[in-house]
């Protein structure tokens, strides 16, 4: 539970602090009990940060030899790809191949200290090569689009950074490389959470979301290896509404209650989307969309949400927040306390707290 980075716009990030970790030997209990008792042939080990497990290789290498007999494939999800180790992929290659899926959330450097990512170019293109030189040649890359003081340079290194990663791979010599290979960029739209540094933020209306995509797009059909890439990216419509209820209030229920009565039903499913009875129900209930997405907050701005403690203070999510705005990097929980408020829980050093 919980995680060590501090990204700024993740929200599981900070509520589930502080981060906690499992015994190694009860994941091994854990794995033996649910493949005996569901039939499932994969094991995910999902974390908001898989790799920073501190027992994952020990994990990792009891679940191939236990289950390697019996074709069994370990998932790794959502990777951070300055952690990731060789010798992990090395050995969950030996199960059954499948890609890799990395998030760097931005293309330029500039755009990751915002985030408080944390990763360099040169960390990023380094893993991509393990990857590559382990035998992967799939690859999926997540980015953000809508960040926080993006401009048009910082959307177009997402598919320079995409390419650069595929050049990568063709810097391997032909002999030692498995076919082509394939490099899968995807972009969701920003939307601000609460309980987030990001909370204060603004977003933008559908149609620059689509402009900002759209720039992305053609910025990948100008690559070298462009027959390398494939580039993907979400709903702008669907983000607009996830924007209004993240930081809605209770006049947002009304608005619901409505698109129900109107006919939406199972929105989630694309083909079952109705963009224009969701636009009906807010002009019925005269609720003002840019209220909620298309505005900065202040900083003494009171949220629906302030009354809910999540452990983390306003004031610390208010510095990084200020801190993003400068592109100042936060050190992670590992290297040194920031003073977010969790450690209380634990009386001491958050990540070293095991359960």
């Known amino acids: 539970r919980g995680c060590i980075r501090g990204c ?50 020990e994990l990792v290498t009891f679940l191939i030899d236990e289950f390697k007999d019996k074709g069994i494939n370990i998932s790794l999800p959502s990777l951070r790809i300055d952690a990731f180790s060789l010798d992990v992929m090395s050995k969950v290659q030996d199960i059954r191949k499948s890609s890799l899926t990395f998030a ?35 690859v999926k890359l997540y980015f953000m689009l809508g960040l926080p003081t993006e401009t048009e340079e ?38 601000p959470k609460p309980f987030t540094p990001f909370q204060w933020a603004s977003m933008y209306t559908a149609e620059e979301y689509d402009r900002r995509a759209h720039i992305v797009n053609e910025e990948f059909r100008e690559q070298l290896n462009r027959k390398s890439l494939k580039y993907n990216w979400h709903d702008a419509q669907v983000t ?37 009875l969701w636009m009906e129900a807010f002009r019925n209930t005269d609720v003002d969309i840019s209220f909620y997405n298309q505005r900065e907050r202040g900083k003494d701005e009171i949220f629906p949400w302030d009354f809910i403690d999540i452990g983390v203070s306003r004031s610390f999510l208010y510095r990084e927040w ?28 958050c990540y070293e707290s095991k359960n």
């Open 8 to 57: 700024r716009f993740c929200q599981a990030g900070m509520i589930y602090r502080p981060t906690r970790e499992r015994r190694v030997e009860t994941l091994k209990e854990y794995a033996r009990a649910m493949l005996k008792n569901t039939g499932h042939e994969e094991i995910s080990l999902s974390s908001l940060s898989s790799s920073d497990y501190s027992s994952l290789y």
């Open 154 to 191: 910082d959307m177009q290194e997402i598919a320079r950074l995409s390419d650069r990663v595929a050049r990568r791979y063709y810097e391997i010599p032909k002999d030692q490389r498995h076919g082509k290979c394939q490099i899968t960029a995807s972009s969701s739209f920003f939307v």
């Open 104 to 138: 760097p959330e931005a293309g330029s450097q500039r755009m990751r200290d915002v985030i408080n990512k944390g990763l360099t170019e040169e960390e990023i293109l380094t893993g991509a090569g393990e990857a590559f030189e382990g035998g992967w040649t799939k």
């Open 240 to 276: 607009v509404l996830e924007g209004v209820m993240a930081r809605g209030d209770r006049r947002v229920g009304a608005v619901i209650e409505e698109a129900y009565r109107l006919g939406c039903l199972f929105d989630s499913w694309t083909e079952s989307f109705r963009n224009d």
């Open 322 to 349: 200020e801190r993003a705005l400068n592109e100042t990097v936060t050190p992670n929980c590992r290297e040194k306390c920031s003073g977010c408020g969790a450690a209380g829980f634990g009386g001491g050093v």
